[in-house]
């Protein structure tokens, strides 16, 4: 059930509407079901409408005419509340609407209950699913209402009714949703014939260029290039800029002006104060890892650095959490520009998606989220290639960072960001199984001799007893294999390897766990192999570090390399 809340100058106007059945034509058998003191004329139950409608306008507007001779009256005084139960709730009586409409107007303070100067107001009803609230907003005492936050109030209220009358219980947002597109600029998009809004086209293009921008006036730079899209930079009397608007070039209005939208305007992190926070915590990644002769590779640091904010999102503070969070969306952000024609559309729209997921009311520490900004930056010069191992790499442990962030929004009852990262799992976990199975179908080429296949099934159930028979029923566990035996002749130890790559994260939430198993190992193998001496350092380590139960091995938090 939710609540929509606007106010207006036209008493007798907004009643005209609410009772027309001729311009309407869902407007069937318009009627009260309830007023301020429940004697108010009923224009859709008298025998001559007109008259009725009159007196029914002259009734509401009152006070209104009273505060107006003493120079008291608001100047929009009619408030306007409509209420619409969800698709596939039972149809309520009349008695339960008005019921509905006195807890609405009594929680947003028009009428607060037990009030006798509260304001004068009409509950409609002209279909079965919703209502309409008419009032007007001066009081009996001449004073105006005291209604702020009413539409935060009155979805309190219509929470509370969901549980009450066993109605479908909305998700509910924390008015940190960027704005939606008005219903006249759907109309005008699909009579041009776009899928999409110019608010839409314009959200998508300034995310994607955040998320590759490294600085604040390099993404003024990227955005003055984009082909089609018109940008207007303000700057304070000092020269600094204080903001940004930007509009579709061929969009404009009736006096043939552009059409331009502020950065606030399509999303709240997407103004230019928000931006310039955002794009000054980049920490730029080394020239190369520490023990590796061999310039890293940016898809693996990406999703090294992203791999490890579940450990954050689960021992960090909010706001922190809430950065990272934020991060990891530049980052779902980015794949559409790298990946390969045919993966853009999945990741197009989880990127879309999770939007929703990257704010809440919680603000975030922008600096705590450096490392993984500057690793997202990185791939803006490393386009996919070959066979898109990376890619894939990364898409494996995006699904994990985003099952973990839903887990953390439910936990704090931020129902629609919760919605969103569900969304967002199923694009991405469709673009995983697309990108992925080229680059395990050539690692399974390479599967080992059976007698090796033995001692890495020994070595699984040793390593992840837990998830052992998940492993090896997995269709890329010859790819996992694969990957072990490569790492074993490229000097690396599989059986040491193996339990790195459990610890690095469980596998609770791995929803293929052979091929999580398979990045990690081809991650960590990238790396140059110990000589003998490390080896047997690593060994001694491995063995103090051991829990007494080999069981729980995965259990081990995250290491912060």
Known sequence: MIAK????????????????????????????????????????????????????????????????????APERHVWHCSVRAAPGDRHLTDAEWADIARRIVAATGIAPQGDPDGCRWVA????????????TKVRSDLRTARHWNDYLKADKELAAVEKEYGLQQVVRGDRTAAKRPTRAETEKARRAGKDKTSRERLRTTVRQLVSIAASPEDFLHLLDDVEGVLVDVQHFPSGDVRGYKVAVEDDTNAAGEPIWFSGAKLAPDLSFPKIRERLTAIETPPATELGSWRKPNPWHQATATAERIPHHLDHGDDEASQAHIAAF??????????????????????????????????????????????????????????????????????ALVVIATARWHQARQHDQQVAAAHQALAHLQAAYQQAAAQPLATLAQSKPLARTMERHTQRILTAVPDYAQQVLDDPAWPALAAAMTKAEKAGHDPEQLLQHAARLRTLDDACYAAGTLTWRIQRLAAKQAPGDRARAAQARTTATARPAQPGHAHMAPARHR
């Open 5 to 72: 809340i606007g106010s207006g100058k036209s008493t007798a106007g907004l009643i005209r509407y609410l009772f027309d059945t001729q311009k309407a034509k869902d407007h069937t058998d318009p009627h009260l079901v309830a007023s301020w003191d429940g004697f108010a004329p009923d224009p859709g139950r008298a025998d001559d409408f007109e008259a009725t409608k009159k007196l029914l306008v002259a009734d509401l507007d009152l006070r209104v005419k009273q505060a107006r001779r003493l120079g008291r």
């Open 124 to 135: 409609v009803r002209h279909a079965d699913d919703h209502i309409h609230i008419a009032a």
């Open 329 to 398: 969306g530049e980052a779902i952000d980015v794949l559409p520009l790298l990946a390969p024609s045919h993966l853009r559309p999945q990741l197009e729209q989880a990127a879309i998606a999770f939007e929703r997921a990257t704010r809440s009311r919680i603000r975030a520490q922008q600096d705590q989220a450096r490392a993984l900004r500057g690793a997202v930056r990185a791939l803006r010069a490393a386009p996919v290639t070959g066979d898109g191992s990376g890619l894939a790499m990364f898409l494996d442990i995006a």
